[in-house]
T-cell receptor
Framework: DVKVTQSSRYLVKRTGEKVFLECVQD?????MFWYRQDPGLGLRLIYF???????EKGDIPEGYSVSREKKERFSLILESASTNQTSMYLC?????????????FGSGTQLSVL | RKEVEQDPGPFNVPEGATVAFNCTYS??????FFWYRQDCRKEPKLLMS???SGNEDGRFTAQLNRASQYISLLIRDSKLSDSATYLC????????????FGGGTRLMVKP
């Protein structure tokens, strides 16, 4: 069965801390994505990657960076966490089809920045 | 104006009822459309694609109205297990194949 695993379900950090959110997929998918989900705003794309060592900015990349050193792993980094980055973070992957129609999501990380 | 808009609800309906939600999109270049379902505290999962001619999957019917730029989801004979948030998704292939999500419509089916 398809699986996308996010390392933490809940995370509490302090303002200014560096935060790493890890995501691993076991489906050999080419494409990986990081979204954040906030009430009333839906899912917003932060960064995505179509290949190892490749990354592209999404709609809201400010304050975030990513790393994809291996095909199965896509990490989201908050260089200096701020309270407005408190959110649900969802990682997703999709096979290379050129359309990204079906995304497989991880179960999410609820990050609270105090 | 948001690119994809949905009524957040909640829609409270009794078991067995028929319920419909709409989703409007602002970009006329949008080319593919989907409904995702998200249970409380869970991740979104693809429910169904939406085709130009309309399509059914069991109790679920999806329709697309390109002229008015909206898609709809109809659920017949609602079950308690249908309680979830339904996310409307559009793709514009001329803009990088990225999915744009609506904010979701919450459905609560009551016994």
């Amino acid at each position: 069965d398809v699986k996308v695993t996010q390392s933490s379900r809940y995370l509490v950090k302090r303002t200014g801390e560096k935060v790493f959110l890890e995501c691993v997929q076991d489906m050999d998918h080419e494409n990986m994505f990081w979204y954040r989900q906030d009430p009333g705003l839906g899912l917003r794309l932060i960064y995505f990657s179509y290949d190892v060592k490749m990354k592209e900015k999404g709609d809201i990349p400010e304050g975030y960076s990513v790393s994809r050193e291996k095909k199965e792993r896509f990490s989201l980094i908050l260089e200096s966490a701020s309270t407005n980055q408190t959110s649900m973070y969802l990682c997703a992957s999709s096979p290379y089809s050129g359309t990204n129609e079906k995304l497989f999501f991880g179960s999410g990380t609820q990050l609270s920045v105090l | 104006r948001k690119e994809v808009e949905q009524d957040p609800g909640p829609f409270n309906v009794p078991e067995g009822a028929t319920v419909a939600f709409n989703c409007t999109y602002s970009n006329s270049a949008s080319q593919s459309f989907f409904w995702y379902r998200q249970d409380c505290r869970k991740e979104p999962k693809l429910l169904m694609s939406v085709y130009s001619s309309g399509n059914e999957d069991g109790r679920f019917t999806a329709q697309l109205n390109r002229a008015s730029q909206y898609i709809s989801l109809l659920i017949r004979d609602s079950k308690l297990s249908d309680s979830a948030t339904y996310l409307c998704v559009v793709i514009n292939y001329n803009a990088g194949n990225m999915l744009t999500f609506g904010g979701g419509t919450r459905l609560m089916v009551k016994p």
